[in-house]
């Protein structure tokens, strides 16, 4: 019989930890002597431990316990080290600058993991993306980092810190569904507290109730749209809707539909002012009337005693893409959604300039994303090399295209550490000077913290990630976890279940229950078709407990839905 694991075996593991990453991530290339543990100067590399079989590596959590935080805030994995490095390098900054570090969030709409150069795609799907390559070689390209299966879930959990099971929307709110943030408490909200100027830009998308809009949402100004691309267009487009474009009873349904058709501006505890009417022709060039806004707005925080916040979504590459004339044909793949990509490329170096023109790109950290995985079932789209697409939960349908960027604090390289968008707010709050429990206690009562603090695993130079397991829902339903390199899977999406013919993603098909026993190696099979459960045991029952870890969690913090699917419980 095994021995029962007390409190001293995890403080061994602790401890454990602790000697394998020096006090923290700097994993320096380890050489076995007389049996110990020597670290030497280099890279990052394997750990070896006395004379026990092989190595242990950075960024795998299996087999050590999570720190709690707070009672309301997931726990996470601590690399006191680190933590110091990046807190003398904050420090150093604002002594320098003389305030809190900008922070903008540039969120793109449905583009797959592939498709920039930076992850093997841009000129080889013949959409070349150089400037935003070039910028994420100097940052830390993030390759497994994680969204939602589909756009409003994403941006709540950007907005919120919390996953969908928590914050409530469990998918797009569409023509005027209810469902929104309803006064919760944001990102924007807790830094606004803490004295920055927020400016949201784009694409909206999480409730356009009053109580939802983003002007109401802790963001001083607004710019953009309250939905979605398609919503505005399809209807009116009879290339893509005929049976709505060409019959008025039909198209004047949708014109009496309750949600906003227009291009917005709102400024804080304002009312949502109507800029233009989104029509096929507007719409060809809205990323580059949002541009132009990004553009003042930024020109304008130059040399500011404030510090601020840019969410920045674009309406590109989500379908229908309708190039604007510069834009056509620009690409060598010369198709809508290819032409789009050379576009997002070009509006990101707009911007990344303007930061260098007025001096603010030393105090700028950038994250760079897409909301979800590619959308399958249009064409053109996106490409990811993994399994599924939008609106699944396998891995093609939520690791997203990431790196983050900030000249001279973070150094140029990569890391498979796991990320979640949960975790942008508590780190832009840690940036903030808030930090540990306190940004729990910023989340109010009863509201569960689903992100962790990843300051230290971003600007420490070898830092590892703070992140011990990614959770993945499809609706209300725990869908799987993964813990370093294997996912545990307990349901999962078939697009061709139905529909044998025609296009297949991850709103098309069915959803199933494993039969109990689905676990795959991501390294060794990113694809997703050959499970290793039964085989690999000693690492699935482990990998299985940290789902009984948050189904606990789930009993203090119940699930809230305010917008889902009718399937699934």
């Known amino acids: 019989m095994g021995r029962k694991r007390t409190g001293r075996f995890w403080r061994c593991a602790a401890i454990a930890l602790a000697v394998a990453t020096g006090g923290h991530a700097a994993w320096a290339q380890s050489v076995p002597v007389g049996g110990g543990v020597v670290q030497g100067p280099g890279t990052p590399g394997p750990i070896k431990r006395g004379k026990a079989p092989g190595y242990d590596f950075q960024d795998q959590y299996i087999g050590i316990p999570g720190k709690s935080v707070a009672d309301n ?64 070689a100097q940052g830390l390209v993030l390759t497994s980092a994680y969204s939602q299966p589909s756009c409003s879930p994403s941006r709540a959990t950007i907005l919120t810190g919390q996953l969908p099971i928590h914050h409530g929307l469990l998918r797009p709110p569409m023509y005027g569904e209810a469902g929104g943030l309803n006064g919760k408490p944001t990102i924007a909200s807790m830094l606004s507290a803490q004295g920055y100027i927020t400016q949201a830009i784009g694409k909206w998308h999480v409730g356009e109730n009053e109580g939802s809009q983003p002007q109401n949402a802790g963001f001083d100004d607004f710019r953009g749209f309250l939905s979605v691309s398609d919503m505005y267009t399809e209807w009116r487009d009879p290339n893509f809707n005929p049976e709505v474009a060409l019959s008025p009873t039909r198209s004047r349904l949708i014109e009496e539909a309750p949600f906003n058709k227009y291009d917005v501006h709102a400024a804080k505890g304002g009312k949502i002012e109507n800029v233009g009417l989104i029509t096929v022709d507007y719409s060809r060039d809205l990323d580059q009337r949002w541009a132009n806004y990004a553009v003042d707005f930024l020109k304008r925080q130059k040399g500011a005693s404030k510090p601020f916040f840019l969410y920045y979504g674009t309406r590109g590459c989500h379908f229908d893409n309708y190039p604007n004339a510069f834009y056509a044909g620009r690409s060598p793949a010369r198709n809508d959604y290819t032409d789009c990509l050379v576009e997002m490329n070009d509006i990101f170096a707009r911007l990344y300039k303007t930061l260098e023109e007025t001096g603010e790109i030393d105090n700028t950290m950038i994250v760079f994303t897409s909301d979800n995985g590619p959308e399958q079932e249009i064409d053109p789209h996106g490409r990811t090399p ?110 061709y279940a139905m529909t044998p013919n025609g296009n297949h993603g991850g709103f098309t098909g069915t959803v199933s229950q494993t039969a109990g026993g689905t676990m795959f190696n991501l390294y060794a099979n990113p694809q997703e078709d050959n499970s290793v459960a039964i085989r690999h045991l000693p690492i699935a029952i482990p990998v299985g407990a940290e789902i009984a870890r948050y189904q606990q969690v789930l009993r203090k913090y119940p699930p809230k839905v305010q917008i889902g699917f009718t399937t699934g419980k």
């Open 73 to 136: 805030m997931e726990p996470m994995i601590d690399h006191p080290d680190q933590t110091a490095e990046a807190g003398k390098k904050l420090a150093d900054l604002q002594r320098k600058t003389g305030k809190k570090p900008n922070i903008i969030v540039f969120l793109m709409d449905d583009v797959g993991w592939m498709d920039f150069g930076f992850n093997g795609g841009g000129v080889t799907l013949g959409a070349p993306t150089p400037d935003v390559d070039k910028v994420a």
């Open 386 to 495: 993994f399994r599924g697409g939008k609106g699944s939960t396998w891995e093609g349908g939520v690791r997203v295209p990431t790196f983050v960027y900030w000249k001279g604090m973070i150094g140029p390289r990569k890391s498979d550490g796991l990320f979640d968008f949960a975790d942008i707010l508590p780190t832009s709050l840690s940036l903030a000077g808030v930090k540990g429990a306190a940004i729990g206690e910023k989340m109010g009562a009863g509201n569960y913290l689903d992100g962790v603090d990843q300051t230290s695993f971003l600007l420490a130079d070898n830092g590892a990630s703070n992140r011990r397991s990614i959770l993945y829902f499809w609706n209300t339903q725990f869908a799987a976890v993964r813990m370093d390199e294997f996912k545990f899977t307990m349901l999962t999406q078939d697009p």
